[in-house]
């Protein structure tokens, strides 16, 4: 799997939109990016996913560029209870491997009233 | 309501015990995972089932089994459980898509499993 590279932390005003970057340079063409986020003693919590077009639901938007190297999800009115950390995944959507979702360390978010 | 359970939330036991920790999941998904948290090591693949009947290994099997008679449940045992084996578990399911793929998985609330 391809690996993603996460700033460890990043703060944001309480409905401000937060930003969080992710690195994959080593994306292949068949690989998905997802985001997942896990608040304090509850488990993971998919949030979107994506292969070249930007994507968007009721939770977050998610920039992809074109080259596919990085994208940033995107959190439009931070609220307090999106306090979590949150993990960008790179996973292929089918064959060998793909079952396995790689957790890195993720990048604490910390929304501030 | 519909979505994914696992039970029971919090176990203490001892070491050499065996204990089965349970999920259960109401989308009909065809895949399941089990995964533990560790600190310092993130989540890591214990087993999957991509079906009842079938399952695989992942990452870390060892000291685990696993089965699953029916699509919604996939109860994972320590046959003889050890003080490594003290970890937080998650279950996860997700759908399938297309022939080979499946989608995002979603996660229980995870068993604290604290062995003594």
């Known amino acids: 799997d391809a690996k993603t590279t996460q700033p460890p932390s990043m703060d944001c005003a309480e409905g401000r939109a937060a930003n969080l970057p992710c690195n994959h340079s080593t994306i292949s063409g068949n690989e998905y990016v997802y985001w997942y986020r896990q608040i304090h003693s509850q488990g993971p919590q998919y949030i979107i996913h994506g292969l070249k077009n930007n994507e968007t639901n009721e939770m977050a938007s998610l920039i992809i560029t074109e080259d596919r190297k990085s994208s940033t999800l995107i959190l439009p009115h931070a609220t307090l209870r999106d306090t979590a950390v949150y993990y960008c995944i790179v996973r292929a959507g089918s064959g060998a491997g793909s079952y396995q979702l790689t957790f890195g360390k993720g990048t604490k978010l910390s929304v501030i009233p | 309501d519909a979505g994914i359970t696992q039970s029971p939330r919090y176990k203490i036991t001892e070491t050499g015990r065996q204990v089965t920790l349970m999920c259960h999941q109401t989308w009909s998904h065809s895949y399941m995972f089990w995964y533990r948290q560790d600190l310092g090591h993130g989540l890591r693949l214990i087993y999957y089932?991509?079906?009842?009947?079938?399952?695989d290994k992942g990452e870390v099997p060892d000291g685990y089994v696993v089965s699953r008679s029916k699509t919604e449940n996939f109860p994972l045992t320590l046959e003889s459980a050890t003080r490594s084996q003290t970890s937080v578990y998650f279950c996860?399911?997700?759908?399938?898509?297309?022939?080979?793929?499946?989608?995002?998985?979603?996660f229980g609330d995870g068993t604290r499993l604290s062995i003594l």
């Open positions: 089932s991509a079906a009842a009947d079938i399952t």
């Open positions: 996860a399911s997700s759908p399938r898509t297309g022939s080979t793929g499946f989608g995002p998985q979603h």
